[in-house]
């Protein structure tokens, strides 16, 4: 733990001071190969069930009464009651405000712009504003009273916004001792093996060790962060460093879970067009078996046992067909998830780039990027409670 | 060897669990509240009192749509005419209901914190005023409540004793059972009476019937925390 610490004021020692733009909260815990792979199975296993139903008619009425089953004040309470259903409601708060904020900003250019006049008589009518005052220049009074009423507006949202994104802060916190002890027990599983390269290359180089390391690095420079943000302590050119670490640790987390639900979707689309190609194959051999019954019929003395058996498993082979296409709505209804998931990682990898490479954007771009991740991360949680709570009801 | 016994403990990965939950972690900034404003009153901290107030809203926040919860409950005692004992049945309503108000006024106060309403004297101080009556009297039917199942716990006993001491050397397992199972609903009442004793030495003071200390104010929030944490802890 000492030498980590060493390692951590060497590095910053050597690394130049951020000197980028403020720091804007965006973060967000990317969902996990891991959590992608229990819904898949969970999925499987309950279409797996359903394939026993007798008939696709009373099976879609089932589906339908399942839907309809759990309401939408339900599926809300649902995600209003778990931590990550909060930070997407919040985010989604928060950046909402934001760009809010900027139409509030551009209303008052605009009012000082066209009329410089009202910032001239501005304290003057608001010390004195009567009835008098106000017939007899009705349009300024106006003015004046907007102009008020959006600043106030402009330092509430402002308010609002900070004690947001402390929030958030803070569902994140308390994670990264968890971590810590995680990453020694490997560390102490590598020193049993006395540092042989076989063992170091099994324990160490794949992609779980991977996402742990990044896991931690995120985590601790995140929650020095809020430790700041709750004046714990006060290092200014250190809170810099932090701040361009959380970014960094934060773009390398996006990507990997981009190219991990990449490749996902990949063998999602395998999967599906191979379920395609079988059901297309099956299709045919319908398609044939009636002629093939016509011909036996006409030549009834040539049929054999054998041939009889194979026409009637062909003719009742629609359970396969029933359970294909419950497959191919599986596959599709995850891929759904995973485009969600991309388009939610993208909002997010774009946002963080302009942060880290302090691109000159115009004004709410992170604002419209962030607000975009919590919308699709919100459309995702929704999706996935709802299906949870009808496999849940059954 | 330490490492590997800590990360897989079973107690890990239920604190784990218990972090994970709006509920869990809505008590640890309860704590972590109390426990700043203990250190304000001592040490004359200003970043106490920064810290405490950061983490009053914060708990807020968590609280949203909770009163729902407390409806749902009420409705839930009000349909089960069938109980075994009407007091306690009216008790959990009233509790419910008091406590649904309670949360509902604290959002009210949970926007005012947030400048989205203005300060004045309905939501400066009426409203808070009136939130801390509604945790006053969910708390007095809480404590109704805790007595009347104390009370009844104890006849429980008193009887068995009767009966053990009457017929000597008949004692059947079942009675056993009968008996540990009204000695832990006494304890369970006892325990629940001494949490909402705490909680309305809180709230009073908070309306000046009372003016203690602010340190005692502060270790009742700690206590009632810790007994509240205990509580998730088990139900995880």
């Known amino acids: 733990m000492s030498q980590f610490g060493t390692t951590d004021i060497v590095s910053g020692s050597e690394t130049p001071p951020y000197s980028g733009a403020s720091y804007q909260d965006a973060q967000d815990d990317n969902t996990h190969p891991h959590s992608s792979d229990a819904g898949a199975e969970k999925f499987s296993a309950g279409s797996g069930s359903e394939s026993h139903t007798e008939s696709s008619r009373s099976d879609d009425e089932d589906s339908q009464a399942k839907t309809k089953m759990v309401d939408n004040i339900t599926i809300l309470k649902y995600i209003l009651d778990s931590l990550s259903g909060r930070d997407k409601l919040a985010k989604i708060i928060k950046y909402a405000l934001d760009i809010l904020k900027l139409f509030i900003e551009k209303s008052k250019r605009n009012l000082t712009v066209l009329d410089p006049s009202v910032l001239t008589y501005y304290t003057k009518i608001l010390k004195n504003l009567t009835v008098k005052v106000a017939l007899r220049h009705p349009i300024t009074v106006i003015k004046v009273l907007l102009l008020s009423l959006l600043r106030n507006f402009d330092k509430k949202i402002d308010f609002i916004s900070q004690q947001l994104s402390t929030f958030r802060y803070i569902l994140r916190f308390g994670g990264t001792p968890f971590r810590v002890c995680s990453f020694l027990g490997k560390f102490n599983k590598t020193r049993k093996c006395n540092f042989q390269i076989d063992q170091i290359k099994k324990i160490w180089f794949n992609e779980a060790s991977l996402r742990e390391f990044l896991d931690l690095y995120y985590g601790i420079f995140d929650e020095l962060d809020l430790l700041y943000k709750l004046k714990i302590w006060t290092n200014k050119s250190f809170y810099s460093f932090v701040s361009r670490q959380e970014s960094l640790a934060w773009q390398y987390d996006i990507l990997l879970s981009l190219k991990d639900h990449w490749l996902n979707l990949q063998s999602l689309q395998k999967r599906q067009l191979e379920l395609e190609v079988q059901l297309k194959v099956q299709n045919n051999a319908l398609l044939l078996s009636p002629i093939l019954m016509h011909q036996a019929h006409k030549d009834d003395g040539s049929q054999s046992p054998i041939r009889k058996q194979l026409l009637n498993d062909l003719n009742v082979n629609n359970d396969a067909e029933v359970l294909i296409h419950k497959q191919l709505k599986a596959i599709k209804d995850e891929k759904t998830l995973v485009y969600l998931d991309i388009a939610r990682l993208s909002f997010d990898c774009m946002a963080n780039t302009s942060d880290i490479l302090n691109l000159k954007t115009p004004k709410g771009t992170y604002a419209v990027l962030s607000l975009g991740s919590g919308l699709t991360g919100l459309v995702k949680l929704w999706i996935t409670t709802k299906r949870s709570l009808c496999s849940s009801k059954d | ?236």
């Open chain 2, 1 to 236: 060897m330490v490492c590997d016994t800590l990360v897989y403990h079973p107690s890990v990965t239920r604190f784990v669990k218990f972090l994970d939950g709006s509920a869990g972690r809505e008590k640890v900034l309860r704590l972590l509240q109390y426990l700043a404003r203990f250190l304000a009153v001592q040490n004359s901290s200003l970043l106490a009192r920064q810290l405490q107030a950061q983490f009053t809203t914060v708990r807020k926040f968590l609280r949203f749509l909770k009163p729902l919860n407390h409806l749902q409950a009420a409705a839930k005692f009000y349909d089960n005419k069938l109980a075994s004992d009407n007091v306690v049945r009216v008790c959990n309503v009233l509790k419910n209901i008091f406590f649904a108000a309670y949360l509902s006024l604290d959002q009210v106060n949970l926007l005012r914190i947030l400048k989205v309403i203005p300060v004045t004297v309905l939501t400066g101080k009426k409203i808070p005023r009136w939130s801390n009556w509604c945790w006053l009297f969910g708390l007095l039917s809480g404590l109704a409540m805790d007595l009347r199942k104390i009370q009844t716990s104890h006849a429980q006993i008193a009887a068995f004793v009767k009966a053990k001491s009457q017929s000597q050397g008949d004692e059947h397992e079942d009675h056993k059972k009968v008996l540990g199972k009204a000695y832990q609903d006494r304890y369970t009442a006892l325990r629940r009476l001494f949490w909402d004793a705490a909680d309305s030495f809180i709230v009073l003071n908070n309306l000046g019937y009372l003016s203690s200390n602010e340190e005692y104010v502060a270790l009742s929030g700690v206590v009632t925390s810790i007994l509240g944490m205990q509580d998730m802890w088990k139900a995880t």
